[in-house]
Protein backbone atom coordinates (compact mmCIF):
# COMPACT_ATOMS: atom_id res chain seq x y z
CA UNK A 1 0.00 0.00 0.00
CA UNK A 2 1.45 3.42 -0.92
CA UNK A 3 1.63 6.46 1.67
CA UNK A 4 2.33 9.00 -1.49
CA UNK A 5 -0.74 11.46 -1.69
CA UNK A 6 -3.52 10.45 -4.29
CA UNK A 7 -5.12 11.83 -7.35
CA UNK A 8 -8.57 10.50 -8.97
CA UNK A 9 -9.63 11.38 -12.83
CA UNK A 10 -12.69 10.73 -14.09
CA UNK A 11 -14.05 11.40 -17.32
CA UNK A 12 -17.48 12.39 -17.49
CA UNK A 13 -19.93 11.67 -20.23
CA UNK A 14 -23.19 11.73 -20.63
CA UNK A 15 -23.88 10.38 -17.11
CA UNK A 16 -23.74 11.88 -14.23
CA UNK A 17 -25.34 9.08 -12.49
CA UNK A 18 -21.92 6.62 -14.07
CA UNK A 19 -19.52 9.31 -13.15
CA UNK A 20 -21.10 10.25 -9.26
CA UNK A 21 -21.84 5.91 -8.59
CA UNK A 22 -18.53 4.70 -9.68
CA UNK A 23 -17.13 7.43 -7.44
CA UNK A 24 -19.33 5.46 -4.40
CA UNK A 25 -18.45 2.00 -5.61
CA UNK A 26 -14.47 3.21 -5.14
CA UNK A 27 -15.18 4.75 -1.68
CA UNK A 28 -17.39 2.04 -0.38
CA UNK A 29 -15.29 -1.18 -1.79
CA UNK A 30 -11.66 0.45 -2.50
CA UNK A 31 -9.21 1.29 -0.15
CA UNK A 32 -8.78 4.40 -2.40
CA UNK A 33 -9.14 7.90 -0.55
CA UNK A 34 -8.37 10.80 -3.02
CA UNK A 35 -6.66 13.93 -1.89
CA UNK A 36 -7.41 15.81 -5.11
CA UNK A 37 -10.40 15.14 -7.98
CA UNK A 38 -10.25 16.20 -11.33
CA UNK A 39 -13.60 15.82 -13.29
CA UNK A 40 -12.83 16.49 -16.94
CA UNK A 41 -15.70 16.50 -19.46
CA UNK A 42 -16.49 17.65 -23.32
CA UNK A 43 -17.79 21.10 -23.19
CA UNK A 44 -21.22 19.85 -24.32
CA UNK A 45 -20.96 17.95 -20.78
CA UNK A 46 -19.93 20.52 -18.87
CA UNK A 47 -23.12 21.76 -17.45
CA UNK A 48 -23.22 17.95 -15.90
CA UNK A 49 -20.28 18.76 -14.31
CA UNK A 50 -21.25 21.23 -11.19
CA UNK A 51 -23.82 18.95 -10.35
CA UNK A 52 -22.06 15.76 -10.18
CA UNK A 53 -18.94 17.64 -8.40
CA UNK A 54 -21.76 18.62 -5.41
CA UNK A 55 -22.63 14.53 -5.81
CA UNK A 56 -18.99 14.00 -5.06
CA UNK A 57 -18.77 15.84 -2.11
CA UNK A 58 -21.59 14.58 -0.20
CA UNK A 59 -19.97 11.47 -0.87
CA UNK A 60 -16.49 12.24 0.30
CA UNK A 61 -18.64 13.84 3.48
CA UNK A 62 -20.18 10.32 4.06
CA UNK A 63 -16.85 8.97 4.12
CA UNK A 64 -14.89 11.29 6.15
CA UNK A 65 -12.52 12.08 2.93
CA UNK A 66 -11.77 15.61 2.16
CA UNK A 67 -10.74 15.93 -1.43
CA UNK A 68 -10.43 19.35 -3.33
CA UNK A 69 -12.05 19.25 -6.65
CA UNK A 70 -11.84 21.03 -10.05
CA UNK A 71 -13.37 20.59 -13.14
CA UNK A 72 -11.84 20.87 -16.43
CA UNK A 73 -13.45 20.80 -20.12
CA UNK A 74 -12.23 19.95 -23.49
CA UNK A 75 -13.36 21.07 -26.70
CA UNK A 76 -16.27 17.98 -27.92
CA UNK A 77 -14.43 15.00 -29.70
CA UNK A 78 -11.04 16.45 -29.63
CA UNK A 79 -9.37 13.27 -28.52
CA UNK A 80 -6.08 14.11 -29.31
CA UNK A 81 -5.74 17.71 -27.65
CA UNK A 82 -7.83 16.09 -24.37
CA UNK A 83 -5.31 12.98 -24.68
CA UNK A 84 -2.85 15.51 -24.00
CA UNK A 85 -4.12 17.58 -21.53
CA UNK A 86 -4.87 14.42 -19.43
CA UNK A 87 -1.40 12.92 -20.19
CA UNK A 88 0.03 16.31 -18.85
CA UNK A 89 -2.24 16.54 -15.66
CA UNK A 90 -1.47 12.62 -15.05
CA UNK A 91 2.77 13.22 -15.40
CA UNK A 92 2.36 16.27 -13.30
CA UNK A 93 0.66 14.57 -10.85
CA UNK A 94 3.06 12.05 -10.91
CA UNK A 95 6.05 13.94 -10.64
CA UNK A 96 4.62 15.91 -7.46
CA UNK A 97 4.27 12.03 -5.93
CA UNK A 98 0.84 11.21 -6.29
CA UNK A 99 -0.45 7.99 -7.11
CA UNK A 100 -3.51 8.59 -10.16
CA UNK A 101 -6.33 6.90 -10.45
CA UNK A 102 -8.69 6.88 -13.40
CA UNK A 103 -12.14 6.35 -13.91
CA UNK A 104 -13.36 5.69 -17.42
CA UNK A 105 -16.85 4.35 -16.68
CA UNK A 106 -18.23 7.83 -17.62
CA UNK A 107 -16.45 8.72 -20.36
CA UNK A 108 -17.51 9.34 -23.73
CA UNK A 109 -14.91 6.98 -26.24
CA UNK A 110 -12.98 10.01 -28.04
CA UNK A 111 -12.13 10.96 -24.39
CA UNK A 112 -11.39 7.55 -22.75
CA UNK A 113 -8.89 6.57 -25.56
CA UNK A 114 -7.38 10.08 -25.56
CA UNK A 115 -6.79 9.24 -22.07
CA UNK A 116 -6.21 5.60 -22.35
CA UNK A 117 -3.45 5.64 -25.14
CA UNK A 118 -1.15 7.97 -24.04
CA UNK A 119 -1.04 6.77 -20.25
CA UNK A 120 -0.49 3.09 -21.80
CA UNK A 121 2.87 4.28 -20.72
CA UNK A 122 2.30 5.54 -17.13
CA UNK A 123 1.92 3.82 -13.95
CA UNK A 124 -1.33 4.36 -12.97
CA UNK A 125 -2.15 2.96 -9.61
CA UNK A 126 -6.24 2.26 -10.36
CA UNK A 127 -7.94 2.28 -13.46
CA UNK A 128 -11.66 1.87 -12.16
CA UNK A 129 -14.85 0.71 -14.33
CA UNK A 130 -18.08 0.29 -12.73
CA UNK A 131 -19.84 -2.64 -14.83
CA UNK A 132 -23.66 -2.44 -14.62
CA UNK A 133 -25.21 -5.61 -16.08
CA UNK A 134 -28.94 -4.44 -16.21
CA UNK A 135 -29.00 -0.83 -17.93
CA UNK A 136 -32.27 -0.02 -16.68
CA UNK A 137 -31.25 0.85 -13.31
CA UNK A 138 -28.45 2.91 -14.25
CA UNK A 139 -30.17 6.09 -13.58
CA UNK A 140 -30.29 5.48 -9.94
CA UNK A 141 -28.19 6.03 -7.13
CA UNK A 142 -25.97 3.54 -6.50
CA UNK A 143 -27.18 1.36 -3.39
CA UNK A 144 -30.61 1.85 -5.65
CA UNK A 145 -29.12 -0.73 -8.02
CA UNK A 146 -29.02 -4.07 -7.26
CA UNK A 147 -25.43 -5.26 -5.93
CA UNK A 148 -25.52 -8.35 -8.05
CA UNK A 149 -26.34 -5.99 -10.97
CA UNK A 150 -22.88 -4.29 -10.33
CA UNK A 151 -19.17 -4.80 -10.26
CA UNK A 152 -16.43 -2.49 -9.89
CA UNK A 153 -13.37 -3.93 -11.98
CA UNK A 154 -10.09 -2.28 -11.50
CA UNK A 155 -8.20 -3.04 -14.64
CA UNK A 156 -4.29 -2.25 -12.94
CA UNK A 157 -5.33 -5.56 -11.49
CA UNK A 158 -7.23 -7.49 -14.10
CA UNK A 159 -4.40 -7.15 -15.90
CA UNK A 160 -1.24 -7.35 -13.89
Do not use: C
Not at 54 to 63: D, F, M, Q, R, S
Not at 84 to 109: A, C, F, H, W
Amino acid sequence: MSYNKKAYITILGRSVWAMVNTYYAVMRESDHRPDEIYIYTERSFSEGAEKGSKALEVINEAYDNRAEIEIAVVNDVDFEAAGKQLMEKINGLGEQGYDVSLDITPGRKPLVVGALLPARDTKLEHVFYLEISDLDDADHPYMQIPMAKQKLWDFTEVLG
